[in-house]
């Protein structure tokens, strides 16, 4: 993938993401107030999934959970953190910080583990992803960018500081990269 290719659909992307912000809050987490924090590592680990069904389609032998790692990842992953930085000013988000990678501390872990928060949210991203005219290899271009518009609004409002989110952004893309999710569910 080229960086040419990522700016011109850059547009359909955005608006995707946006439709994307949809599936998070209340209605996913069924908490009253939502919990900021399983937004952002489901839609990260959304973009990750993205890359590990595109480059290592044998992951669907393998059970839930199990990690893989193949070729082709860590380029793909180099270019999504990459875009992550890039979509940060727009954002109104720090570009330099809150990359450090590491798994979340307890109070931050997200309600549900990577296969539960992907099965979750899949077939609804592809539905989203669907109805916009996208190669595949875009996909986790529209779920990062759904992650850290999540990242922005906690920030926003303070219930999550930007670097904390950042941070759960970028762990739960790679984790999500690596983690064998559940089956696809039907029509996805």
């Keep these: ?18 439709d994307m912000m949809a599936l998070f809050g209340p209605r996913f987490t069924n908490r009253q107030g939502g919990h900021i ?9 959304v973009a990750g999934l993205q890359v590990l069904r595109r480059l290592a389609p044998a992951v669907a032998v393998l059970q839930p959970g199990q990690m ?9 992953l ?11 000013e727009g954002l109104e988000l ?14 931050h872990v997200p309600l549900y583990d990577i296969p539960e928060m992907e099965r979750k949210v899949e077939k609804d991203f592809l ?3 669907h109805r916009h005219p996208l190669e595949r290899e875009y996909y986790p271009f529209v779920a990062i960018l759904a992650a ?7 920030n926003k ?3 999550l500081d930007e670097n904390i989110g950042k941070e759960l952004a970028l762990f739960h893309l790679y984790a999500g990269s690596t983690t064998a999710p559940h089956p696809p569910q039907e029509g996805s």
């Design 78 to 88: 180099d270019i999504i953190v990459t875009f992550m930085a890039g979509v940060c």
């Design 37 to 45: 924090e399983t937004d952002i590592s489901a839609a990260a680990s």
């Design 127 to 129: 539905d989203i992803c």
């Design 1 to 18: 993938m080229d960086f040419s290719g990522l700016q011109n659909n850059y547009p359909v992307i955005n608006q995707a993401s946006r």
């Design 157 to 159: 409002m303070h219930i």
């Design 94 to 107: 720090d570009p330099k910080s809150g990359w450090n990678m590491k798994k979340p501390d307890e109070a």
């Design 68 to 76: 893989m790692l193949y070729p082709g990842r860590a380029e793909e």
């Design 148 to 154: 850290m518009r999540l990242v922005s609004a906690g």
